[in-house]
């Protein structure tokens, strides 16, 4: 995918999963504190104050949508952002920065 072309599909990507949903403002929580550092589900519930089915159902949608990848197994699995996320932060950063004001 030329350069340009991915900008726009990520920009349009982190639009819809952030802003353009109901679970948005957990979503991009998740993605800020897995920037700082790896975490899994049940540190993420701790971390936000979030119920662990509710973690649990914005990572499933975070992976589904190549934002987050993970590593391990069961309880044991960390989530990290995947390449394209972390390629991307800034344009997260705007996003979400657009979003708190």
Do not use: C
């Amino acid at each position: 995918m030329p350069k340009l072309s991915f900008v726009i599909f990520m920009k349009k990507l982190l639009w819809w999963i952030i802003a353009g949903t109901k679970g948005g403002v957990n979503r991009a929580r998740i993605i800020e504190s897995i920037h700082q550092r790896p975490y899994n589900a049940h540190q993420l519930s701790e971390k936000l104050d979030l119920d662990y089915k509710t973690v649990r159902h914005h990572i499933k949608v975070l992976e589904q949508n190549r934002i987050i990848s993970s590593s391990g197994e069961k309880y044991g699995t960390m989530y990290f952002l995947s390449p394209q996320m972390e390629e991307s932060y800034d344009i997260f950063e705007d996003i979400w920065g657009q979003m708190k004001e």
